[in-house]
């Protein structure tokens, strides 16, 4: 295999940025040894010690692992940072469909695993959460942040509670995006108001031990600002921009139509 030569310029990050297209392109499948720092310092044109850069830039990435006397191999072919970059520059209805997907699968698992203590740390989200609602029971003007922390707490003991570490680790990080969206939805006069009722309705049908309940319940929670979303996009509005001033008084949600921006 031959490397295209890297130019002179910021040569640490052209060697990166040639080895991880390489990667991803499928030159070294994965567990496979890459070619030696002198082999890859010729190839590219550049000294060793930019070459042993470059490889440990993309060992930190989660691309490559070193094992002493035996040389480099190809952990993955796609960077898991550029992943997350990806879901950070997604848009609200991107984000909300990626939640929707874990958030039922988290609840549908946390039917059937759950302890004593997933429920009681779901419980005590949502009383911490109370503290910042008005008398209506909707997010206090000016509490918006606070609250969405507390919210943001409450889905991820629900996703925790499915006890499925590679769940819990891909919700652990998508999280902030999910309490950005949050933020913004909150502010957004368009979007659908908040009712805590949905929020007590997943505790319940996940501590009954029905998956299928639960998953439903997951899936009812974020329905209707899913679909605020997708009327929003439909006619032109990017959601997140209709912000009010926060001194507009807000309808009150229907009986029995709570809904939840998050």
Same mark, same amino acid.
């Given at each position: 295999?031959?490397?295209?030569?890297?130019?002179?310029?910021?040569? @640490?990050?052209?060697?990166?940025?040639?080895?991880?297209?390489?990667?991803?392109? $499928?030159?070294?499948?994965?567990?496979? #040894? /890459? !070619?030696?720092?002198?082999?890859?310092?010729?190839?590219?044109?550049?000294?060793?010690?930019? @070459?042993? %850069?470059?490889?440990? @830039?993309?060992?930190?990435?989660?691309?490559?692992?070193? #094992?002493?006397?035996?040389?480099?191999?190809?952990?993955?072919?796609?960077? !898991?940072?550029?992943?997350? #970059?990806?879901?950070?520059? +997604? =848009?609200?209805? =991107?984000?909300?469909?990626?939640?929707?997907?874990? %958030?039922?699968?988290?609840?549908?698992?946390?039917?059937?695993?759950?302890?004593?203590?997933d429920?009681?740390?779901?419980?005590?989200a949502?009383?911490?959460?109370?503290?910042?609602r008005?008398?209506?029971?909707? !997010?206090?003007?000016?509490?918006?942040?606070?609250?969405? %922390?507390?919210d943001?707490?409450?889905?991820?003991?629900?996703?925790? +509670?499915?006890?499925?570490?590679?769940?819990?680790?891909?919700?652990?990080?998508?999280?902030?995006?999910v309490?950005?969206?949050? @933020?913004?939805?909150?502010?957004?006069?368009?979007?659908?108001?908040?009712?805590?009722? =949905?929020?007590?309705?997943?505790? =319940?049908? /996940?501590?009954? $031990?029905?998956?299928?309940?639960? &998953? #439903?319940?997951?899936?009812?929670?974020?329905? *209707?600002? *899913?679909?605020?979303?997708?009327?929003?996009?439909?006619?032109?509005? &990017?959601?997140?921009?209709?912000?009010?001033?926060?001194?507009?008084?807000?309808?009150?949600?229907?009986? $029995?139509?709570?809904?939840?921006?998050?």
């Amino acid at each position: 295999m031959t490397l295209r030569a890297a130019g002179r310029q910021s040569l @640490v990050d052209t060697v990166v940025a040639e080895l991880r297209a390489q990667l991803a392109a $499928g030159e070294w499948p994965v567990g496979e #040894r /890459i !070619p030696t720092e002198h082999s890859l310092a010729e190839q590219l044109q550049v000294g060793r010690n930019t @070459v042993r %850069e470059a490889v440990r @830039v993309l060992v930190h990435a989660g691309m490559l692992r070193s #094992r002493q006397g035996e040389g480099t191999f190809v952990v993955a072919t796609a960077d !898991p940072g550029e992943i997350v #970059r990806g879901v950070q520059r +997604a =848009d609200v209805r =991107d984000v909300l469909e990626l939640r929707i997907a874990l %958030e039922a699968e988290g609840a549908r698992l946390a039917a059937l695993r759950h302890t004593g203590a997933d429920l009681e740390r779901m419980r005590a989200a949502l009383a911490a959460q109370a503290a910042f609602r008005d008398p209506r029971g909707q !997010p206090a003007h000016g509490q918006y942040e606070l609250y969405a %922390e507390h919210d943001i707490e409450f889905h991820v003991a629900v996703v925790d +509670a499915a006890h499925n570490a590679a769940l819990s680790a891909t919700y652990g990080w998508f999280s902030s995006s999910v309490r950005d969206a949050l @933020v913004a939805s909150l502010h957004d006069r368009h979007m659908p108001r908040i009712h805590e009722t =949905d929020h007590h309705d997943l505790v =319940d049908a /996940i501590e009954s $031990g029905d998956p299928e309940a639960a &998953e #439903r319940a997951a899936r009812s929670l974020l329905a *209707k600002p *899913k679909q605020a979303v997708d009327a929003l996009l439909d006619t032109g509005t &990017e959601p997140g921009t209709g912000t009010g001033t926060g001194t507009e008084p807000e309808p009150e949600p229907e009986p $029995g139509t709570g809904t939840d921006a998050g």
